[in-house]
Nanobody, 118 residues
């Protein structure tokens, strides 16, 4: 069983920055693709960015390219999302995700609220 714990959400003004972190229990995360998803009110959960175990990144939403940076530290079993130039439309609950490399089962964190508002 994998447990994922997010931290770092909060309220920020447009143009500001936040850094989300995700800590994974155990060492399974070191061999798993991990990612960040978000869910805005009234919308479906969507992929923001994904990072493979060797550090290859993919940003699913063109609106975050150049503003968000996903990274991971396999030695510490952690993953981060640096968010710069935040916009009101980035407001959502952000979820850390890990996909088991063999079973393809998805594990989720509890979510971190990010609110961008003046």
């Amino acid at each position: 069983q994998v447990q994922l714990v997010e931290s770092g959400g909060g309220l920020v003004q447009p143009g500001g920055s936040l850094r989300l972190s995700c800590a994974a229990s155990g060492s399974l995360s070191r061999i798993s693709t991990m990612g960040w998803y978000r869910q805005a009110p009234g919308k479906e959960r969507e992929l923001v960015a994904r990072i493979t175990r060797d550090g290859t990144t993919n940003y699913a939403d063109s609106s975050v390219k150049g503003r968000f940076t996903i990274s991971r530290d396999n030695a510490k079993n952690t993953m981060s999302l640096q968010m710069n130039s935040l916009r009101p439309e980035d407001t959502a609950v952000y979820y850390c995700n890990l996909q088991h490399p063999f079973t393809r089962v998805n594990y989720w964190g509890q979510g971190a609220q990010v609110t961008v508002s003046s």
